[in-house]
Structures are given as structure tokens and as C-alpha cells.
């Protein structure tokens, strides 16, 4: 288990993406709740949608400001080079406790809950235990799918680097990495390749200091 934990995870819980995804949550929440009306909300003596609107900005406001000004006050944790399964699955469901603190304060505010430590613990319990299975399947999904994804890109790029006998230096053989499209193809000596290092989508390739084809 620990070493599951451990794996390398795409850091996408902030930057641009995230508020898309705060963004789209929101919305799901204000269309679930307005819908379906769960949890007494059809007794509600006001308009509905505004009850239903308000618990899905809330949920927006506050995955906004996490993964706004969190990761900019913790730099360090938030490091793309340090990020795991580990992280992704407890940053999550720090995000959900929040969710659901968030809605409790804002129950409270509306008239559809009375602050106190037995609504609290409840309102927190159901929240993490509801989201810890869904969050832990669907992080270790998306690893275990993007692992398999790049694994096979992986192998595609190896396959593709075939040495071949170079004619401007006789005995020296070229090394060409293939492009996604085909057309940047990048051919350099073999003796003057150091390593590979994958960069998100992209390739970075180190060689020699001054190296020349």
C-alpha cells in the first residue's frame, strides 16, 4: 500500500484546470439539488433554485480559494516533482471536509440547520466517509489508466529511435526521437545523448555541450 501511495501523480488540483473543475462542480451541485430536491430541501419555504444556486457557489467559492492561495502559501507540498497518489487522494478529501463545513455554515445561515458540535461531526463524518471510496477509486483509476497510457507512448518513442550510420563522421551512428506529428523530429549522435526526461506532455532532451550532428 505504501508504495501505491507513493507513485507519481499529475499535479492538476491547481492552475487552470482546477477552476474548470470547480466551476463544473458548482454547477452539478446547483442542478442535483434543484432537481431532486434531496435532504428535506423540498420543504423549503423559499425559492428553491436560490437555496440549490447557493450551495453550489459555496462549493465553487471554496474549491476556488484552496487551490488558489493554498498551493501559493505552500509552494513546497504543492511541488509538480513531489506529487503522489498519497497527496491527491488527502488534498481531495481536505477539499470535500471543507465542502461540507461550507454547506453546514451555510445551512445554518438559510435556516435549514442549527450550528453545534453533534450537527458538525455529523455533517463532516457523512461527507469524508461518502467521498473517501469515490476519491480513492477514481485517483487510483486515473493513475492506473494514465500509467498505462504513457507506458505505451513510452514504448511508441522507444520503438521509433533507430540508430543509424551517420555520413559526415564515418563509424558514428544517429539517434532520431520522433515527433507526435512527425515533422520535429529531433536526430542528434548517440554519443552525445545523455538522457530523456519526460516533461508532462513533452520530451526533454539532454546532450553533450556542444555536441554536433
Same mark, same amino acid.
Given at each position: 500500500?505504501?508504495?501505491?501511495?507513493?507513485?507519481?501523480?499529475?499535479?492538476?488540483?491547481?492552475?487552470?484546470?482546477?477552476?474548470?473543475?470547480?466551476?463544473?462542480?458548482?454547477?452539478?451541485?446547483?442542478?442535483?439539488?434543484?432537481?431532486?430536491?434531496?435532504?428535506?430541501?423540498?420543504?423549503?419555504p423559499g425559492?428553491?433554485? @436560490?437555496?440549490?444556486? %447557493?450551495?453550489?457557489?459555496?462549493? +465553487?467559492? $471554496?474549491?476556488? &480559494? *484552496?487551490? =488558489?492561495?493554498?498551493? !501559493?502559501?505552500?509552494?513546497?507540498?504543492?511541488?509538480?516533482? @513531489?506529487?503522489?497518489? %498519497?497527496?491527491?487522494?488527502?488534498? +481531495?478529501? $481536505?477539499?470535500? &471536509? *471543507?465542502? =461540507?463545513?461550507?454547506? !453546514?455554515?451555510?445551512?445554518?445561515?438559510?435556516?435549514?440547520?442549527?450550528?453545534?458540535? %453533534?450537527?458538525?461531526?455529523?455533517?463532516?463524518?457523512?461527507?469524508?466517509?461518502?467521498?473517501?471510496?469515490?476519491?480513492?477509486?477514481?485517483?487510483?483509476?486515473?493513475?492506473?489508466?494514465?500509467?498505462?497510457?504513457?507506458?505505451?507512448?513510452?514504448?511508441?518513442?522507444?520503438?521509433?529511435?533507430?540508430?543509424?550510420?551517420?555520413?559526415?563522421?564515418?563509424?558514428?551512428?544517429?539517434?532520431?526521437?520522433?515527433?507526435?506529428?512527425?515533422?520535429?523530429?529531433?536526430?542528434?549522435p548517440a554519443?552525445?545523448?545523455?538522457?530523456?526526461?519526460?516533461a508532462g506532455?513533452?520530451?526533454?532532451?539532454?546532450?553533450?555541450?556542444?555536441?554536433?550532428?
Open positions: 500500500m505504501p508504495s501505491l501511495l507513493s507513485r507519481p501523480y499529475r499535479l492538476a488540483s491547481i492552475g487552470p484546470g482546477s477552476r474548470r473543475n470547480a466551476l463544473a462542480f458548482g454547477v452539478f451541485i446547483f442542478l442535483f439539488l434543484f432537481l431532486f430536491q434531496p435532504f428535506g430541501l423540498s420543504n423549503y425559492p428553491l433554485w @436560490k437555496v440549490a444556486f %447557493g450551495y453550489g457557489a459555496t462549493c +465553487t467559492a $471554496v474549491m476556488l &480559494a *484552496l487551490n =488558489g492561495f493554498v498551493p !501559493l502559501a505552500m509552494p513546497k507540498f504543492f511541488s509538480e516533482a @513531489k506529487w503522489n497518489v %498519497g497527496r491527491e487522494i488527502g488534498w +481531495t478529501l $481536505v477539499n470535500v &471536509a *471543507l465542502i =461540507g463545513l461550507a454547506n !453546514l455554515l451555510y445551512s445554518v445561515a438559510i435556516g435549514l440547520a442549527q450550528l453545534g458540535v %453533534g450537527t458538525l461531526l455529523r455533517y463532516e463524518g457523512y461527507t469524508v466517509l461518502i467521498g473517501l471510496f469515490p476519491v480513492t477509486a477514481g485517483v487510483l483509476w486515473t493513475e492506473a489508466r494514465l500509467s498505462r497510457r504513457y507506458r505505451l507512448e513510452s514504448e511508441q518513442v522507444n520503438a521509433g529511435m533507430h540508430p543509424t550510420p551517420t555520413p559526415e563522421v564515418p563509424g558514428a551512428l544517429l539517434i532520431t526521437i520522433p515527433s507526435e506529428n512527425g515533422k520535429e523530429d529531433l536526430a542528434l554519443n552525445a545523448l545523455l538522457f530523456i526526461h519526460s506532455n513533452y520530451l526533454e532532451v539532454y546532450q553533450a555541450k556542444g555536441a554536433r550532428i
